[in-house]
Structures are given as structure tokens and as C-alpha cells.
């Protein structure tokens, strides 16, 4: 997976952690977080070099925390619990008969 976002200029040296929250294309929300260091070289901070309008993200798969939420569990656990209910209120209807 590769992510491009546009990125506001580092000045201060240190380590970043950027979130995201994406949907994919078959409808699955993805999202994680990864973690960086930034210290510019001596160089780079005399000159003020020209930043790229955008910065591509490909992270290592070895340090990711990408997790994919799967809907098909909530869709199921729904159902499950509102059927549930339903039988409940059913034992009780029958009860006070």
C-alpha cells in the first residue's frame, strides 16, 4: 500500500508519528500510524532546500501497525445481539400469559 499526502515543513529535530485513516476499494476501513526521525543535515538547514508537494509513505512491513477493520464481524455481532433480544422478549411476552 502506498499513501502520498502533502506535509507541512520539519524544522524541529525529532521523532514524528503520522496517522492515517483510509478506505480501500473494496470498502474496508484501514488505518495505523508510523513513526519517524527527522534530523537535517547541516547543509540542509543553511540552504532551506525546496520541499516536494507531496511525500510518498511506504511503509517497512517488518515495523507497520496497519490494521484492517473487518465490518463483516460487527454486521455479525449485530445480528447476533438483536436476535438475542428478540428471543429474550419473546420468553418474557410468554411468561406473563
Known sequence: MVIAIDLMPLTT??????????LSSDGHIV??????EYAPSANAIASETAIP?????VPAPETS?????D???AF???GFLMAFG????????????
Open 86 to 97: 428478540l428471543l429474550a422478549a419473546i420468553i418474557a411476552w410468554r411468561a406473563k400469559r
Open 76 to 78: 455479525w455481532m449485530t
Open 65 to 69: 501497525a496497519v490494521t484492517e477493520n
Open 13 to 22: 529535530t525529532g521523532t514524528y508519528r503520522e496517522n492515517f485513516r483510509v
Open 31 to 36: 488505518n495505523g500510524s508510523e513513526s519517524f
Open 53 to 57: 508537494e507531496a511525500s510518498i509513505l
Open 71 to 73: 465490518s463483516t464481524i
